[in-house]
């Protein structure tokens, strides 16, 4: 494999619209590893599935394709047949890790369902600072053990 080639596998590209750009393409092309999909890209399930299908025959290799499918304000995949979970801060609320690995599989599986590799979730910062409007309730507790204990629990259900 040539150094270009090589360099391009770690390199993951985003793009506007419901389809990739002639520029995405030859990216993908010259050896790309991933895209990621935001919500720019989504409409309805069988447009992302065809999507993503379409990304990886382009590829005609292996290409990872990621998705940010946090649950609450972050969810790219909305409306039915998704389901809508909600903000991280409620799952951890409850303290029960069988919530959070189950909280987990249920983004993976929906995640998987239409083509995706990569669910860019869960959040594992901790909540310090309550006047951060980025991390607040995607973070699963305030508290750092308890974030790590909810965390690993949820990423073994994803």
């Known amino acids: 494999m040539d150094l270009h080639r090589l360099a391009a596998s770690v390199v993951t590209v985003g ?21 990621i999909l935001f919500k720019r890209n989504v409409g309805e399930p069988r447009q992302v599935a065809e999507l993503c299908a379409q990304l990886k025959r382009e ?10 499918q946090e649950g609450g304000r972050v969810a790219r995949l909305r409306g039915a047949p998704f389901t809508e979970v909600p903000p991280m801060r409620t799952v951890g ?40 409007p980025v991390i607040g309730d ?15 629990a949820m990423a073994k259900g994803i």
């Not at 793009?15 to 092309?29: H, K, M, Q, T, Y």
């Not at 290799?61 to 990621?66: A, H, I």
């Not at 995607?138 to 690993?152: M, N």
Request: hydrophobic share 45%; charged share 25%.
């Open 15 to 35: 793009f506007d619209g419901f389809a990739p750009s002639n520029e995405v393409r030859a990216l993908i092309g010259q050896g790309v590893g991933g895209c």
């Open 138 to 152: 995607r973070t699963l507790d305030r508290e750092a053990p308890a974030e790590a204990r909810l965390g690993v």
């Open 93 to 132: 609320g409850r303290a029960d890790e069988s919530l959070a690995f189950d909280a987990g599989r249920l983004l993976a599986r929906e995640v998987r369902a239409v083509g995706f590799d990569l669910d860019l979730a869960p959040v594992l910062d901790v909540d310090t600072n309550p006047a951060n």
């Open 59 to 68: 590829a005609s290799r292996p290409v990872l394709l990621s998705v940010d």
